[in-house]
């Protein structure tokens, strides 16, 4: 039997939520486990992500293959890079101390890193927040003249004294002499010198 270490899909529809485990390799992948490692939360920046960092140790000491994405959930939580400092002990390179004093400082660095985004993800979410609330004041506010403007209008067409209107006079248009009628003007004229 061929162990892996993947993911268990659970949460609604465009809503995942993840289980880390152990699992056969020939199993489906929402079905029976031997081990439930962690969990992961993509939805949240950065993606939250909770491991047991020695059971998850011991099954990758013992043949278990993680896949792509447990590889790189695992290396964010730094259990690869611990089995690396423990495979570095084994082979006399250094002291377990050092080992354990490497990994905090490890450790250390990657949460300031995590809070360093959170906080990035945290100000962007409150600036675009800022953003639209000041768009949507300025128009309000926008609205809001456009109808007081309505409303001055419509009181001066009220207060304003009825102005009486022109009869209108249909004006007739003047025809045009056409060519023919000058010709027969033009030889009566003729025909009496």
Same mark, same amino acid.
């Given at each position: 039997?061929?162990?892996?270490?993947? !993911? #268990?899909?659970?949460?609604?529809?465009?809503?995942?939520?993840?289980?880390?485990?152990?699992?056969?390799?020939?199993? +489906?992948?929402?079905?029976?486990?031997?081990?439930?490692?962690? /969990?992961?939360? +993509?939805? &949240?920046?950065?993606? /939250?992500?909770?491991?047991?960092?020695?059971?998850? !140790?011991?099954? !990758?000491?013992?043949?278990? #293959?993680?896949?792509?994405?447990?590889?790189?959930?695992?290396?964010?939580?730094?259990?690869?890079?611990?089995?690396? !400092?423990?495979?570095?002990? $084994?082979?006399?390179?250094?002291?377990?101390?050092?080992? #354990?004093?490497?990994?905090?400082?490890?450790?250390? *660095?990657?949460? @300031?890193?995590?809070?360093?985004? #959170?906080?990035?993800?945290?100000?962007?979410?409150?600036?675009?927040?800022?953003?639209?609330?000041?768009?949507?004041?300025?128009?309000?506010?926008?609205?809001? $003249?456009?109808? =007081?403007?309505? @409303?001055?209008?419509?009181? @001066? =067409?009220?207060?304003? +004294?009825?102005?009486?209107? $022109? +009869? =209108? =006079?249909?004006? &007739?248009?003047?025809?045009?002499? /056409?060519?023919?009628?000058?010709? &027969?003007?033009? &030889?009566?004229?003729?025909? *009496? @010198?």
């Amino acid at each position: 039997m061929s162990v892996k270490i993947r !993911l #268990q899909r659970h949460g609604s529809k465009k809503r995942p939520f993840y289980f880390i485990v152990a699992a056969n390799s020939v199993a +489906p992948r929402d079905g029976k486990f031997i081990e439930k490692l962690g /969990t992961y939360n +993509p939805l &949240t920046v950065p993606a /939250t992500v909770f491991l047991d960092r020695e059971r998850s !140790l011991y099954w !990758l000491d013992n043949g278990a #293959q993680p896949t792509n994405t447990c590889r790189n959930l695992l290396s964010y939580k730094g259990v690869l890079y611990l089995r690396h !400092l423990k495979r570095g002990a $084994a082979m006399g390179l250094f002291d377990e101390s050092a080992v #354990q004093e490497k990994f905090e400082k490890w450790i250390a *660095e990657h949460e @300031a890193v995590v809070a360093k985004r #959170q906080e990035a993800h945290l100000k962007h979410k409150a600036d675009k927040r800022h953003a639209i609330s000041s768009e949507s004041v300025r128009m309000v506010e926008e609205k809001n $003249a456009a109808k =007081v403007a309505a @409303a001055v209008v419509e009181e @001066a =067409v009220e207060e304003a +004294p009825a102005v009486e209107e $022109a +009869p =209108v =006079v249909e004006e &007739t248009p003047a025809v045009e002499a /056409t060519p023919a009628a000058e010709e &027969t003007t033009s &030889t009566d004229e003729a025909a *009496e @010198a």
